[in-house]
């Protein structure tokens, strides 16, 4: 009798399992199903970064909005899409007035105005025809990425995100260091000066690097000499660091480590790039105890 009621209940098992895989899709995934406008990474480095997700997203769109560097990067992937370019730079004038914006001497707030009334328009045109419509960008769109906009420009369109490999975990990779296993610290903080050096906010250089966790630095517009500085305010002069160029490129990427006290001189007459990321922390110098 016992055998009996096991054998039903495996019996049971699987056709239930069964009939499960045959159900619709319920809950947050049947949600999105009306979604008609995607923000997609195509990763970091190399083209194989790109997620399997990004890469059928791109490939059942209708329209495709991308940098130049990204068409070439997938030249096949892309062909005989409608191209249009994103907008770059929409990101500072989005929600706020003119008036608002004449301290920002990088756009033109009427240039980027126009351009982000053409792809509202065009956007919109689209999905009413039912067409679907991916936004391309490098990296993680979430983590300092020029456009997420479109997530609240579009809210009504019930926008998704494709996220995919940051530079931020390429980096990590190129490290091979496990960034959250510091000797003092187990915590990372992410960051970036964009060239204010003289931010006094909250999360000014100098109130983070109070904490003495592991710091990641997205780099664009660093003034290095003064971030080192800043950091030496609270970092022993010997703490590790380490500059993590080209991230995710098997041919040019690069690692230089060095301490706070070395790193101006190492880096001096180098080339690292527009942007890299700069990692401040001991996990740099933590190796698992062994024992002969």
């Known amino acids: 009798m016992n055998k009996t009621i096991r054998d039903f209940r495996r019996f049971f098992i699987v056709i239930l399992s069964g009939l499960l895989l045959l159900m619709p899709q319920v809950g947050s995934t049947a949600a999105k199903t009306d979604t008609r406008l995607y923000l997609v990474s195509t990763g970091n480095g190399d083209p194989d970064t790109i997620t399997l997700k990004a890469v059928n997203t ?10 130049e560097r990204l068409r070439n990067k997938f030249p096949d992937l892309l062909e005989g ?19 608002q914006f004449k301290m920002n001497k990088r756009f033109d707030y009427d240039e980027k105005m126009a351009r982000f009334e053409k792809i509202n ?10 067409k679907t419509v991916s936004v391309l960008c490098s990296g993680d769109p979430t983590i300092y990425g020029p456009n997420m906009w479109y997530m609240e420009a579009f809210e009504d369109l019930n926008p998704d995100i494709v996220t ?16 959250t296993s510091g000797i003092k610290a187990h915590s990372v903080i992410l960051t970036a000066t964009f060239g204010r050096e003289d931010y006094d ?11 003495q966790a592991t710091m990641a630095f997205f780099t664009m517009f660093m003034n290095m000499e003064a971030v080192v500085e800043k950091l030496k305010t609270h970092y022993p002069a010997d703490t590790p660091v380490a500059v993590v160029s080209h991230a995710g490129y098997r041919d040019k990427e690069q ?32 190796r698992y105890e062994t024992t002969n």
């Open 164 to 179: 995919g490999v940051s530079c931020f975990n390429a980096a990590n990779a190129a490290l091979k260091k496990g960034i």
């Open 201 to 211: 906010g909250p999360d000014s250089i100098e109130k983070l690097a109070s904490h």
């Open 81 to 99: 899409k409608e191209i249009h370019d994103p907008g770059f730079g929409i990101f500072a004038v989005y929600g706020k007035s003119k008036s």
């Open 58 to 67: 791109i490939r059942d769109s209708d329209i495709v909005f991308c940098h």
């Open 255 to 286: 690692v230089i480590v060095a301490t706070l006290d070395t790193i101006l001189d190492k880096i001096r007459g180098r080339e690292t790039g527009f942007e890299y990321m700069l990692y401040v922390g001991d996990f740099l110098a933590n």
């Open 121 to 130: 328009r065009i956007i919109r045109d689209a999905v009413k025809a039912g």
